[in-house]
């Protein structure tokens, strides 16, 4: 599944606003293509010593190959580095637990 921090795409809007050789242009907002095993693993790594289940199994099969875009001129005209995906994943991770969305299951 292709991801990109929402932080990333509101600078993305203001650097288009402000700069000059961004008019016209259209830029891609995206840091890469990630697999839910991946984004499991990376949130039981942060969440699972504090109880948290994380299942990182998923069925077996062949991964097909990631296919991307081009988030050249992001960089190159708006000067925009993407966060890891780390970063996001457990960033997002810990706004649900903190905001009461997400809780964790009580212990059997």
């Known amino acids: 599944m292709p ?42 790594g942060k969440f699972a010593s504090d109880g948290w289940p994380i299942v990182t199994k998923e069925a077996e099969g062949d991964e097909p190959a990631r296919e991307g875009a081009s988030t050249r001129l992001a960089k190159e005209i708006l000067g925009h580095e993407f966060r890891p995906i780390e970063d996001t994943v457990i960033d997002m991770a810990q706004c649900m637990i903190d905001s009461g969305f997400v809780k964790k299951p009580a212990k059997e």
């Open 3 to 44: 991801l990109v921090d929402v932080r990333d795409c509101a600078e993305l809007h203001v650097k288009a606003l402000k700069v000059p050789e961004a008019a016209g242009k259209r830029f891609i907002a995206w840091k890469d293509n990630f697999w839910l095993r991946e984004i499991a693993e990376i949130l039981h």
